[in-house]
């Protein structure tokens, strides 16, 4: 859909000001000119924005649209269940979802999705309580939800789940799987900049980036997919983007971007993770994001914009470790500078390399920033395979 955007009329503009007032973003929703997006709605846009961990720019697009239609739904309101095909989404669910992690129930992400793991965690919580395990939230459990407090006080019960799961499955990266998702693509280039007689489009260095990515870590003896290729002839929306991932059972989802800004003097790489105004975070996505924005900063000296938590549909609707990185600004003439160099590049896929090895490490043996030689790893995976090829001889000789 066109981004909705100050001075636009009609039906959708009256909606989305019924919507801010019912959040208390707007005081009045019957003014005079109420079908006109004005100051007024575009100030209550940008705060609502904030709240949910979106992009604020003051416009409805496609995601926020979506965000606006979820907040309708305050918890209570409806009773909410497990419905197959197509299961309940909002608000609501989400604040469910949340009030279950903050008691140490496994809910997985806060996604506002009411699926089968939330379905299962409500009937595990149903069963403790002494009521009917079947896993809705009618007018009995949100009765019981009220009454009882946080279950786990101290520490993230969340953060020990996806840590252990990181811990068990080994430090190694071999036979884990990668997707890789270069942003835009196909009629969105994404930023544009002119320079002289060229024209640099983020779409195009992003893959370039994806790829020499690929070739890394399919060296270091991982399964790679790339969400699109050089030349789409469309643009997946971010919600198809976050399905691929999770139908191919990835185990860390990449997201490369560059950013662009009216001011050229905005620079650096910022690394972006699931995370709420509440404070409920993807732990190893979290985590993964510093590892990232580190190894990178420490590698190419950009410039340090942090890690950030946002509820972007790409990282809220992905089940695994997922990133989206800023990789420098190209309306900057200093990042744009090092972008189109290629050896540039290669040192940032260098150091995404890195940091998804150190993701794997335990805690206890992590290594310093900017210490992983990543021609290490793909002659590690070589000297693997001549050694289980040299078993294999003993064992047909034998």
Request: hydrophobic fraction near 40%.
């Amino acid at each position: 859909m066109r981004p909705i955007r100050p001075g636009d009329r009609g039906p959708a503009v009256t909606e989305i000001r019924s919507v801010l007032t019912g959040l208390d973003l707007l005081t009045s929703g019957t003014q005079p000119g109420g079908d006109e997006f004005d100051a007024e709605i575009e100030r209550a846009v940008r705060a609502f924005q904030q709240s949910r961990g979106l992009s604020v720019d003051g416009r409805v697009g496609a995601e926020t649209w979506r965000a606006l239609d979820a907040a309708r739904w305050r918890l209570g309101a409806r009773t909410l269940y497990h419905a197959v095909p197509e299961p309940l989404t909002g608000e609501d669910v989400r604040s469910l979802q949340e009030r279950l992690l903050e008691m140490g129930y496994d809910v997985g992400r806060a996604d506002a999705i009411y699926g089968i793991r939330t379905s299962r965690a409500v009937a595990q919580f149903q069963r403790e309580m002494g009521l009917l395990p079947d896993g809705s939230c009618g007018p009995h459990t949100m009765g019981a939800l009220r009454r009882l407090g946080r279950k786990v006080v101290g520490g993230r019960p969340q953060w020990l789940r996806e840590s252990d799961a990181i811990r068990q499955a080994g430090p190694t990266l071999v036979g884990r799987t990668v997707v890789i998702d270069p942003g835009h693509g196909g009629t969105d280039p994404g930023v544009v900049v002119p320079d002289g007689p060229l024209r640099w489009t983020e779409a195009d260095l992003v893959h370039d980036l994806a790829s020499r990515l690929e070739g890394r870590l399919a060296a270091a003896g991982v399964r790679v997919q790339l969400t699109r290729g050089p030349a789409s002839g469309s643009c997946l929306p971010d919600v198809e983007r976050a399905q691929l991932a999770n139908s191919l059972g990835a185990d860390v989802f990449i997201s490369l971007h560059a950013d662009g800004h009216a001011n050229p003097a905005a620079e650096g790489v910022a690394t972006y993770h699931y995370g709420t105004d509440n404070g409920v975070t993807s732990a190893t996505g979290e985590r993964l994001a510093g590892l990232v924005q580190r190894e990178i900063v420490a590698r190419t000296g950009l410039r340090d914009c942090r890690t950030h938590a946002k509820s972007w549909e790409l990282l809220r609707l992905t089940r695994m470790p997922a990133v989206r990185v800023e990789v420098g600004y190209l309306t900057s003439p200093a990042d744009r500078g090092r972008l189109v160099d290629p050896r540039f590049r290669d040192r940032v896929v260098e150091a995404i390399v890195a940091a998804v090895q150190r993701m794997y490490f335990p805690i206890e043996r992590d290594v310093p920033t900017g210490s992983i030689d990543v021609s290490e790893l793909r002659a590690a995976i070589a000297a693997n395979r001549v050694g289980t090829a040299e078993q294999g001889l003993i064992r047909r000789a034998g």
